[in-house]
């Protein structure tokens, strides 16, 4: 009686044919990768939750607008808000000492040096991203292309098999769905974490426009007095 083949994990993965192994590491950098850039966004998302929540309560709370323009200025207010707030002081402040009767202008250039100052702010959150779609979409495929090539070798490991059982075409065939189940492990978290932080950005880009908005308002009032 013959001994069944061993069809551990491990046994499988150091069995397998020379291309489906480089398909294996493949999808395996890119799944450590992907988990360096999910835990990296995490944190980075988080924290910019955190600092658009400490300044938008100090903000609102009524304080002095030069004296919070000077700590974020500092750097004592971190935080893609703090920014965005002190890049749009900063250009009134300008505007208005060169450009005195014209309020228009001065909420106008505010409101450009905020915008830019958003578009900067939203496209370093989103750094990244794309390589988290990226793998996302293209690991089932990667790992398909290694399961495919794992048949072919397998059955054609059959020619030189006088009569073809299961026991004979099963490790082949194992070795191959191996392939396809790593890419789905390196493709499912991707594509979960890249929902996820793309609706937290967006959130997030939601109240800083409306942050703008809201600031613009009060710089006109300002630009009246």
């Known amino acids: 009686m013959s001994a069944s083949p061993n069809l551990s994990v491990l046994s499988l993965i150091t069995g397998a044919s020379i291309p489906v192994q480089l398909v294996m590491l493949l999808l395996l950098l890119i799944s450590i990768w992907s988990w360096t850039v999910i835990f990296r966004k995490w944190q980075s998302i988080g924290r910019a939750h955190k600092d658009t929540e400490s300044f938008e309560k100090i903000f609102w709370s009524g304080g002095d607008l030069m004296t919070l323009y000077k700590q974020a200025g500092d750097g ?3 935080g893609a808000l703090p920014r965005i707030f002190e890049s749009g002081m900063r250009e009134f402040i300008k505007t208005r000492s060169n450009v005195s009767n014209d309020r228009a202008a ?5 409101r450009r040096a905020m915008r830019a100052a958003f578009q900067r702010e939203l496209d370093a959150l989103e750094r990244s991203l794309p390589f988290l779609a990226s793998a996302g979409s293209v690991s089932p495929y990667i790992g398909l292309f290694g399961t495919v090539w794992g048949i072919m070798h397998a059955f054609t490991g059959l020619s030189n ?10 490790p082949g065939i194992a070795e191959a769905l191996v392939a396809t189940a790593i890419g789905l492990f390196a493709a499912i978290p991707a594509v979960v ?9 967006d959130h997030l ?3 800083f426009e409306g942050f703008i908005e809201e600031f613009s308002n009060i710089l006109q009032r300002q630009a009246i007095r």
């Open 76 to 78: 004592d207010l971190p």
């Open 106 to 110: 001065m909420i106008d250039g505010a």
């Open 161 to 170: 098999v006088q009569q073809a059982t299961l026991a004979a075409v099963a």
């Open 193 to 201: 974490a890249y929902n996820r932080y793309a609706t937290d950005i």
């Open 205 to 207: 880009s939601i109240r």
